[in-house]
């Protein structure tokens, strides 16, 4: 097994699906056909013997039978790698993973290193070539989008200088959270990179550094910036974000958020919205020049009957679980020797308005009385049809790009996943 190099595996051991007896291969994939005998990986020697099989292995099952790490043993098990390499299924475990990748690029290394590219943008930047070269790559139109997931790393743990605090987007905001920003192909769905970074960054504060990464690759491969339209939603949009990209030279289309938009044109009558064609039935939009950001942008308004239906549902059961829930938290006040404080009430009430529209809907008073605070509250009707008429279904667009014809036929098909 030490002679076995890893960019040298016995090529019947990475043909494609349809060529190989065993079944737990799943279907054909055409990326299979990537022969990893002709791409020498630099840092194979640096790794343990055993660990510089894990990594073509991870790609392996990640293509073939994309799952959870736990899993992967068994489907090493399954498969000819066994015969091939000769080691147990249990020598791939996740600890192993992690293990794997420190070796790549240890922690001691990275910070020396941070202003170099590391082995894992080397990889992404190759593999951008190839699917270059193979021609897998759309019309250029690059999906952006950020997310976070929460940790279970302890506080008093100081090693970790990624798991750290902020909005997580599960709610999870008392633990330690990590963020994961990815770009990829908007027609394919190819992973063009992706990057790690502190839970505590905003997400348009990443976009910068994000941006940085994408124009190195573009211009590593000869991609022309103006050639690209990166399309992201409206956790990043901001003011110092349309400048980079203006400086950049790329292409972009962003979801706004609702208050940066002129309320004459995002609250527009939905009878004077043009309807859309049958390709995207019961969506009406359209698109005027704007004053955004400091520049006039083709601006775009979308409404959509059926998000509109998904939002009234959704609103219906956050207002009806926040009404019982102020009615029970009165009913505990007026009880003798009751201990809620109008600070208390207060930091009630705003966490349960924190849900969307509701601070919009919801007018309540505490008052003092002998006995202690007492809440009372309504719901503002005119408010509720002022929302379903002006605001439910309503998505907004920005875009450099005025030379597209969305004025007579709305391209909205490629942009349905941003929602505002």
Not at 414 to 420: K, Y
Request: glycine fraction near 6%; charge should be positive; hydrophobic fraction near 35%.
């Amino acid at each position: 097994m030490q002679s076995r190099r890893i960019d040298g595996c016995r090529p019947r051991a990475l043909r494609p699906a349809a060529s190989l007896p065993n079944p737990s291969w799943g279907e054909p994939n055409p990326y299979l056909v990537v022969r990893f005998r002709h791409a020498r990986l630099s840092y194979a020697c640096r790794l343990r013997h055993g660990q510089r099989f894990y990594h073509p292995r991870r790609v392996l099952v990640r293509i073939s039978a994309p799952g959870p790490k736990t899993e992967a043993g068994d489907w090493y098990r399954q498969t000819v790698l066994q015969s091939l390499w000769g080691f147990e299924p249990e020598r791939f475990a996740s600890q192993a993973f992690w293990d794997s990748f420190e070796q790549l690029l240890p922690e001691k290394e990275a910070a020396v290193r941070q202003e170099e590219r590391d082995p894992l943008e080397e990889a992404q930047a190759r593999l951008l070539g190839l699917w270059k070269e193979k021609q897998l790559l759309s019309r250029r139109l690059l999906a952006y989008d950020t997310t976070n997931f929460y940790t279970y790393i302890a506080s008093t743990n100081t090693r970790s200088r990624l798991a750290q605090r902020g909005h997580n987007k599960k709610g999870r905001h008392d633990l330690r959270q990590v963020g994961l920003c990815c770009e990829r192909d908007g027609e394919s769905g190819l992973a063009i990179c992706h990057h790690v970074y502190p839970g505590n960054v905003t997400d348009a504060e990443e976009f910068s550094l994000a941006l940085e990464r994408i124009q190195r690759l573009l211009a590593r491969h000869a991609i022309a910036p103006q050639t690209v339209t990166l399309v992201f939603d409206k956790g990043t949009a901001a003011l110092a974000n349309t400048l980079l990209l203006e400086e950049a030279g790329l292409g972009w289309i962003s979801a706004l958020p609702w208050n940066q938009a002129p309320a004459e044109f995002r609250e527009r009558g939905v009878e004077t919205l043009p309807v859309c064609s049958g390709a995207e039935p019961g969506v009406q939009a359209a698109a005027e020049d704007c004053q955004v950001h400091g520049k006039e942008y083709l601006c775009v308004l979308k409404y959509s009957a059926s998000f509109a239906t998904e939002q009234l549902h959704g609103l219906s059961d956050s207002l009806s679980k926040v009404l019982r829930a102020m009615k029970r938290l009165d009913l505990e006040a007026a009880k003798p020797g009751s201990r809620l404080s109008r600070a208390g009430i207060e930091t009630k009430m705003g966490r349960w308005l924190a849900a969307p529209f509701l601070k919009e809907l919801i007018r309540y008073e505490i008052r003092d009385e002998g006995g202690g605070p007492r809440l009372s509250f309504q719901v503002d009707h005119t408010a509720v049809q002022d929302l379903f008429a002006r605001r439910l279904g309503r998505t907004l667009l920005l875009t450099n790009r005025r030379d597209w014809q969305f004025r007579s036929k709305l391209p909205l098909a490629e942009l349905s996943q941003l929602r505002g």
